[in-house]
């Protein structure tokens, strides 16, 4: 089946510092990124949506010049956070759609985000 | 915004007990998707029902869907120690992009006992 690459899985960065995860399609071309963020058991939060080769839609209260999201080709969108507080510490996920219609999304495995 | 609430948001049983979870949401669907989490992990697609159907199965899951009170059930039967997880149920929230937006319950933590 379709699977989707994350890494890093954990990463652990100091304050002020920015950090790049990266979600790959494997074996499909994923026309849409959907990027989620979960604190700890709670449920994931949209935070954005992007197309290849087009600018990232966020969602309310999202700090675009922050989060910074870019989905250079089908197969790769990476998520930047800038300039990271502790307050960023969560758990990123990204989830591919395949464009096929209602249904074909896969998660990646997600990253753990720790920001001392 | 969030629109499904699940309950309960924890459960713990024993193994071989059924398990029944329930999602509640408020707006109108083309469907809604059950998707399991193991801890630290991302979320693996588990069934999807339409909104024109009432209950579907897939191995040892039931998922029923109410439109007339904005409802699902998921019922997990015969339950093992690996289905230890956080459930999720998720509805459509609009098309962007040309994909539909998820928007995901709260999820109920369900503890299978050995």
């Known amino acids: 089946g379709a699977v989707v690459s994350q890494h890093p899985s954990r990463v652990i960065c100091k304050s002020g510092t920015s950090v790049k995860i990266e979600c790959r399609s494997l074996?499909?071309?994923?026309?849409?990124m959907f990027w989620y963020r979960q604190f700890p058991k709670q449920s994931l939060m949209l935070m954005a949506t992007?197309?290849?080769?087009?600018?990232?839609?966020?969602e309310q209260g999202v700090e675009k010049d922050k989060f910074l999201i870019n989905h250079a080709s089908l197969t790769l969108s990476t998520l930047t956070v800038t300039s990271a507080h502790p307050e960023d510490s969560s758990f990123y996920i990204c989830?591919?759609?395949?464009?096929?219609?209602?249904?074909?999304?896969?998660f990646g495995s997600g990253t753990r985000l720790t920001v001392v | 915004s969030q629109q499904g609430e699940e309950d309960p948001q924890a459960l713990s049983i024993q193994e071989g007990e059924n398990a029944t979870m329930n999602c509640s949401y408020k707006?109108?669907?083309?469907?809604l998707q059950w998707y399991r989490q193991n801890s630290g992990r991302g979320l693996v697609h588990l069934i999807l029902?339409?909104?024109?159907?009432r209950e579907k199965h897939s191995g040892r899951l039931r998922v029923t869907l109410d439109t007339s009170k904005k409802s699902s059930s998921l019922l997990i039967t015969a339950s093992r120690a690996a289905d230890t997880a956080s459930y999720f149920c998720?509805?459509?929230?609009?098309?962007?992009?040309?994909?539909?937006?998820?928007?995901f319950g709260q999820g109920t933590r369900l503890t299978i006992n050995p």
């Open positions: 989830s591919a759609h395949e464009g096929r219609g209602s249904y074909g999304y896969t």
């Open positions: 074996d499909f071309q994923a026309t849409t």
């Open positions: 992007s197309n290849e080769g087009s600018k990232a839609t966020y």
């Open positions: 707006t109108s669907i083309n469907n």
């Open positions: 029902i339409r909104s024109n159907e």
């Open positions: 998720a509805t459509g929230s609009g098309v962007i992009q040309g994909a539909q937006k998820l928007v």
